[in-house]
Protein backbone atom coordinates (compact mmCIF):
# COMPACT_ATOMS: atom_id res chain seq x y z
CA UNK A 1 0.00 0.00 0.00
CA UNK A 2 0.96 3.17 -0.66
CA UNK A 3 2.11 6.54 1.70
CA UNK A 4 -1.48 8.47 2.19
CA UNK A 5 -0.84 11.46 -1.21
CA UNK A 6 1.25 9.48 -3.51
CA UNK A 7 -0.25 9.07 -6.18
CA UNK A 8 1.10 6.13 -8.33
CA UNK A 9 3.49 7.58 -11.32
CA UNK A 10 1.76 7.72 -14.62
CA UNK A 11 2.71 8.09 -17.97
CA UNK A 12 0.54 10.43 -19.19
CA UNK A 13 0.87 13.09 -16.25
CA UNK A 14 4.44 12.47 -17.15
CA UNK A 15 4.25 13.02 -20.31
CA UNK A 16 1.59 15.93 -20.81
CA UNK A 17 3.03 19.02 -21.72
CA UNK A 18 6.58 17.45 -21.27
CA UNK A 19 8.61 19.82 -24.18
CA UNK A 20 12.11 17.83 -24.43
CA UNK A 21 14.03 17.68 -27.83
CA UNK A 22 15.00 13.58 -27.22
CA UNK A 23 14.86 13.20 -23.43
CA UNK A 24 11.28 11.35 -22.83
CA UNK A 25 10.19 11.25 -26.00
CA UNK A 26 8.97 7.34 -25.09
CA UNK A 27 8.36 6.99 -20.99
CA UNK A 28 7.49 3.26 -19.66
CA UNK A 29 6.17 3.06 -16.08
CA UNK A 30 6.39 -0.10 -14.78
CA UNK A 31 4.74 -1.34 -11.13
CA UNK A 32 7.67 -3.45 -10.11
CA UNK A 33 11.21 -4.37 -12.07
CA UNK A 34 14.60 -5.58 -11.16
CA UNK A 35 16.94 -2.66 -11.62
CA UNK A 36 15.55 -0.17 -14.34
CA UNK A 37 18.79 0.04 -15.81
CA UNK A 38 19.17 -3.36 -16.81
CA UNK A 39 15.35 -2.79 -18.24
CA UNK A 40 16.56 0.05 -20.03
CA UNK A 41 19.64 -1.99 -21.68
CA UNK A 42 16.42 -4.28 -22.94
CA UNK A 43 15.66 -1.43 -25.51
CA UNK A 44 19.32 -0.43 -26.97
CA UNK A 45 18.73 -2.33 -30.21
CA UNK A 46 16.24 -0.26 -31.38
CA UNK A 47 17.60 3.66 -32.22
CA UNK A 48 14.31 4.92 -31.95
CA UNK A 49 14.35 4.56 -28.14
CA UNK A 50 16.52 7.18 -27.67
CA UNK A 51 15.75 9.43 -24.87
CA UNK A 52 13.67 6.77 -23.64
CA UNK A 53 12.84 6.63 -20.26
CA UNK A 54 11.72 4.45 -17.61
CA UNK A 55 10.11 4.23 -14.27
CA UNK A 56 8.82 1.98 -11.62
CA UNK A 57 7.75 2.38 -8.79
CA UNK A 58 9.56 -1.18 -7.18
CA UNK A 59 12.98 -1.87 -7.35
CA UNK A 60 14.37 -5.08 -6.33
CA UNK A 61 17.76 -5.29 -7.52
CA UNK A 62 18.67 -1.70 -7.32
CA UNK A 63 22.69 -1.19 -7.99
CA UNK A 64 24.28 2.18 -6.71
CA UNK A 65 28.37 2.62 -7.76
CA UNK A 66 30.94 0.00 -7.10
CA UNK A 67 29.21 -2.70 -4.57
CA UNK A 68 26.47 -0.61 -3.36
CA UNK A 69 22.94 -1.89 -3.29
CA UNK A 70 20.31 0.77 -3.96
CA UNK A 71 17.17 0.11 -1.57
CA UNK A 72 13.83 2.08 -1.48
CA UNK A 73 10.70 1.10 -0.03
CA UNK A 74 7.63 0.55 -2.68
CA UNK A 75 6.31 3.95 -4.21
CA UNK A 76 8.87 6.47 -2.01
CA UNK A 77 11.71 7.42 -4.60
CA UNK A 78 11.59 8.50 -8.29
CA UNK A 79 13.67 5.65 -9.70
CA UNK A 80 14.49 6.49 -13.45
CA UNK A 81 16.88 4.81 -16.28
CA UNK A 82 17.16 7.16 -18.85
CA UNK A 83 18.46 5.57 -22.18
CA UNK A 84 21.08 7.30 -24.23
CA UNK A 85 21.82 5.55 -27.82
CA UNK A 86 24.64 6.69 -29.70
CA UNK A 87 25.99 8.75 -27.05
CA UNK A 88 28.59 11.39 -27.82
CA UNK A 89 29.69 13.16 -24.72
CA UNK A 90 32.55 11.76 -23.11
CA UNK A 91 31.51 9.81 -20.54
CA UNK A 92 33.26 12.25 -17.59
CA UNK A 93 31.28 15.10 -18.80
CA UNK A 94 27.79 13.34 -19.12
CA UNK A 95 28.54 12.46 -15.28
CA UNK A 96 29.14 16.02 -14.96
CA UNK A 97 25.96 17.06 -16.85
CA UNK A 98 23.92 14.77 -15.54
CA UNK A 99 24.49 15.88 -11.61
CA UNK A 100 23.85 19.23 -12.93
CA UNK A 101 20.73 18.36 -13.80
CA UNK A 102 19.47 16.69 -11.55
CA UNK A 103 20.43 19.32 -9.19
CA UNK A 104 18.65 21.81 -11.06
CA UNK A 105 15.29 19.53 -11.38
CA UNK A 106 15.77 19.84 -7.41
CA UNK A 107 16.17 23.43 -7.03
CA UNK A 108 18.31 25.54 -5.33
CA UNK A 109 19.14 24.40 -2.05
CA UNK A 110 20.43 21.28 -3.83
CA UNK A 111 24.33 20.32 -4.58
CA UNK A 112 26.44 17.98 -5.89
CA UNK A 113 29.08 15.79 -4.04
CA UNK A 114 31.04 14.29 -6.80
CA UNK A 115 30.68 12.33 -8.44
CA UNK A 116 27.33 11.10 -7.82
CA UNK A 117 25.69 11.92 -5.06
CA UNK A 118 23.01 15.36 -4.48
CA UNK A 119 22.68 16.95 -1.37
CA UNK A 120 20.10 18.41 0.63
CA UNK A 121 21.50 19.81 3.80
CA UNK A 122 24.39 17.90 4.24
CA UNK A 123 22.59 14.99 3.53
CA UNK A 124 22.07 12.69 0.52
CA UNK A 125 18.82 12.70 -1.15
CA UNK A 126 19.75 10.95 -4.43
CA UNK A 127 22.10 8.97 -6.91
CA UNK A 128 23.48 8.84 -10.01
CA UNK A 129 24.56 5.47 -11.64
CA UNK A 130 25.90 5.87 -14.95
CA UNK A 131 26.42 2.52 -16.91
CA UNK A 132 27.83 2.40 -20.64
CA UNK A 133 27.03 0.09 -23.42
CA UNK A 134 29.65 -0.22 -25.57
CA UNK A 135 29.08 -2.14 -28.87
CA UNK A 136 31.40 -2.26 -32.44
CA UNK A 137 30.43 0.59 -33.83
CA UNK A 138 28.94 3.03 -30.90
CA UNK A 139 28.52 3.93 -27.60
CA UNK A 140 25.36 3.55 -25.47
CA UNK A 141 25.00 4.62 -22.18
CA UNK A 142 22.38 4.29 -19.20
CA UNK A 143 21.68 6.95 -16.91
CA UNK A 144 20.10 5.76 -13.62
CA UNK A 145 18.91 8.55 -11.85
CA UNK A 146 17.32 7.74 -7.73
CA UNK A 147 16.03 10.42 -5.71
CA UNK A 148 14.01 9.88 -2.52
CA UNK A 149 10.69 11.54 -2.36
CA UNK A 150 8.20 10.45 0.35
CA UNK A 151 10.61 9.12 2.79
CA UNK A 152 10.27 10.15 6.43
CA UNK A 153 13.58 9.82 8.46
CA UNK A 154 12.15 6.29 10.14
CA UNK A 155 12.22 4.98 6.83
CA UNK A 156 15.81 5.02 6.09
CA UNK A 157 17.93 2.14 7.48
CA UNK A 158 18.70 2.90 10.64
CA UNK A 159 22.43 2.97 9.72
CA UNK A 160 21.99 5.76 7.21
CA UNK A 161 19.80 7.54 9.18
CA UNK A 162 21.73 10.74 9.74
CA UNK A 163 22.89 10.50 6.29
CA UNK A 164 20.24 10.16 4.24
CA UNK A 165 17.11 12.54 3.83
CA UNK A 166 14.22 13.26 1.35
CA UNK A 167 12.39 15.77 -1.07
CA UNK A 168 9.63 15.98 1.85
CA UNK A 169 11.65 16.35 4.64
CA UNK A 170 13.37 18.82 3.15
CA UNK A 171 10.60 21.20 1.49
CA UNK A 172 7.59 19.39 4.73
CA UNK A 173 5.52 19.01 1.88
CA UNK A 174 4.23 15.81 -0.45
CA UNK A 175 6.27 15.65 -3.37
CA UNK A 176 4.00 15.11 -6.41
CA UNK A 177 6.29 12.36 -8.20
CA UNK A 178 4.54 13.17 -11.54
CA UNK A 179 5.71 16.57 -11.90
CA UNK A 180 8.99 15.86 -10.69
CA UNK A 181 9.82 13.22 -12.73
CA UNK A 182 8.64 15.69 -16.03
CA UNK A 183 11.05 18.38 -14.27
CA UNK A 184 14.18 16.04 -14.14
CA UNK A 185 13.12 14.70 -17.74
CA UNK A 186 13.01 18.11 -18.41
CA UNK A 187 16.14 19.15 -17.03
CA UNK A 188 17.99 16.30 -18.32
CA UNK A 189 17.38 17.19 -21.72
CA UNK A 190 18.36 20.85 -21.12
CA UNK A 191 21.39 20.18 -19.84
CA UNK A 192 22.22 17.71 -21.94
CA UNK A 193 22.14 20.02 -25.16
CA UNK A 194 24.32 22.51 -23.29
CA UNK A 195 26.78 19.95 -22.71
CA UNK A 196 26.68 19.20 -26.36
CA UNK A 197 28.01 22.90 -27.29
CA UNK A 198 29.73 23.74 -24.33
CA UNK A 199 31.80 21.87 -21.73
CA UNK A 200 32.63 25.20 -20.23
CA UNK A 201 29.23 26.10 -19.05
CA UNK A 202 28.42 22.26 -17.55
CA UNK A 203 32.10 23.02 -15.82
CA UNK A 204 30.98 26.52 -14.55
CA UNK A 205 27.48 25.06 -13.39
CA UNK A 206 29.15 22.37 -11.55
CA UNK A 207 31.14 24.55 -9.22
CA UNK A 208 28.57 26.85 -8.53
CA UNK A 209 26.88 23.49 -7.30
CA UNK A 210 29.73 21.44 -6.31
CA UNK A 211 30.67 20.88 -2.56
CA UNK A 212 33.78 19.94 -2.86
CA UNK A 213 35.43 22.84 -4.84
CA UNK A 214 37.84 24.63 -2.97
CA UNK A 215 37.80 22.19 -0.10
CA UNK A 216 40.07 19.36 1.49
CA UNK A 217 39.02 15.68 0.16
CA UNK A 218 40.50 11.98 0.65
CA UNK A 219 39.17 9.57 -1.71
CA UNK A 220 40.51 6.47 -2.75
CA UNK A 221 41.64 6.06 -6.53
CA UNK A 222 41.88 2.57 -7.62
CA UNK A 223 42.24 1.08 -3.95
CA UNK A 224 45.04 3.96 -2.72
CA UNK A 225 44.63 6.65 -0.56
CA UNK A 226 45.10 10.75 -1.91
CA UNK A 227 44.30 13.61 -0.63
CA UNK A 228 44.69 17.22 -1.11
CA UNK A 229 42.71 20.07 -2.22
CA UNK A 230 39.78 20.22 -5.35
CA UNK A 231 40.70 22.65 -7.38
CA UNK A 232 38.53 22.25 -10.47
CA UNK A 233 37.09 19.26 -12.26
CA UNK A 234 38.21 18.34 -15.89
CA UNK A 235 35.03 17.72 -18.03
CA UNK A 236 37.20 14.87 -19.62
CA UNK A 237 39.60 13.56 -16.80
CA UNK A 238 37.66 14.52 -14.02
CA UNK A 239 38.64 15.58 -10.52
CA UNK A 240 42.00 17.78 -9.90
CA UNK A 241 43.51 17.61 -6.54
CA UNK A 242 46.38 19.67 -5.18
CA UNK A 243 47.47 17.02 -3.53
CA UNK A 244 49.21 17.19 0.22
CA UNK A 245 52.22 15.26 -1.20
CA UNK A 246 52.64 17.68 -3.61
CA UNK A 247 51.69 17.90 -7.20
CA UNK A 248 48.43 18.27 -9.25
CA UNK A 249 46.37 15.15 -10.42
CA UNK A 250 43.64 13.83 -11.70
CA UNK A 251 41.00 10.97 -10.96
CA UNK A 252 37.94 9.54 -13.14
CA UNK A 253 35.19 8.93 -11.50
CA UNK A 254 34.81 5.55 -12.44
CA UNK A 255 37.82 4.59 -10.54
CA UNK A 256 37.16 6.73 -7.66
CA UNK A 257 35.46 6.71 -4.53
CA UNK A 258 35.28 9.96 -2.17
CA UNK A 259 36.16 9.04 1.75
CA UNK A 260 36.16 12.63 2.69
C1 LIG B 1 24.46 5.73 -5.88
O1 LIG B 1 24.14 6.65 -5.13
O2 LIG B 1 25.37 4.94 -5.60
C2 LIG B 1 23.74 5.60 -7.19
C3 LIG B 1 22.30 5.18 -6.98
C4 LIG B 1 21.55 5.02 -8.28
C5 LIG B 1 20.19 4.41 -8.08
C6 LIG B 1 19.41 4.39 -9.36
S1 LIG B 1 17.71 3.98 -9.11
C7 LIG B 1 17.50 3.82 -10.83
C8 LIG B 1 18.72 3.11 -11.36
N1 LIG B 1 18.58 1.68 -11.23
C9 LIG B 1 19.48 1.16 -10.41
O3 LIG B 1 19.60 -0.04 -10.14
N2 LIG B 1 20.26 2.13 -9.91
C10 LIG B 1 19.90 3.42 -10.44
Redesign the pocket.
Known sequence: MSRVGTEPLNVDEIKSNLKTKIIGRNVLVFNRTS???DIARRYIEDKSNDGLAIFTEE?T?????GV?K?YSSRSDSL???ILLIDNRLNIELLSLTTAVAVADAIGKPAKIKWP??IILNNRKVG???LETVPDKKSSSCII???INCRQKTDDFPIEIQSAATSLDIESHSITDRNLFAKRLLSSVDHWLEIAKSSSRKIVEQWHLLSILSGHRVILLFNGKKFSGNCIGIDPEKGLILQLDSGGVRMFDAAHTTIIK
Open positions: STNQAGRGRNWICSNDGILGIG
